[in-house]
């Protein structure tokens, strides 16, 4: 529920995210419970903003392109489950 309500918050307010990925979050809120999702966000907020920043400077791509997010979410839940901790 957690999730749900944060990410819906992010994208009501910045429009950064699609609908799909809050109800993704929330589906990997359900399925990893509240200590591996912590690490799970975390490591989705480093992914994206390493590859973001990849983009930008190394493969000169526009501020503005939009970047999918779940696999972000898809790699922090692998990496939160698989044994990052």
Aim: proline share 4%; net charge positive; glycine share 12%.
């Amino acid at each position: 529920m957690v999730a749900f309500i944060l990410y819906s918050a992010v994208f009501h307010f910045t429009k950064g995210l699609g609908f799909g990925d809050v109800k993704y979050a929330a589906l990997l809120g359900y399925i990893l419970g509240p200590e591996k999702l912590v690490i799970a966000f975390l490591i989705t907020a480093f992914l994206g903003i390493i590859i973001y920043l990849a983009g930008i400077y190394i493969f000169r791509m526009e501020k503005t392109t939009r970047i999918p997010y779940a696999p972000f979410l898809s790699a922090g839940a692998i990496l939160a489950v698989g044994g990052v901790t």
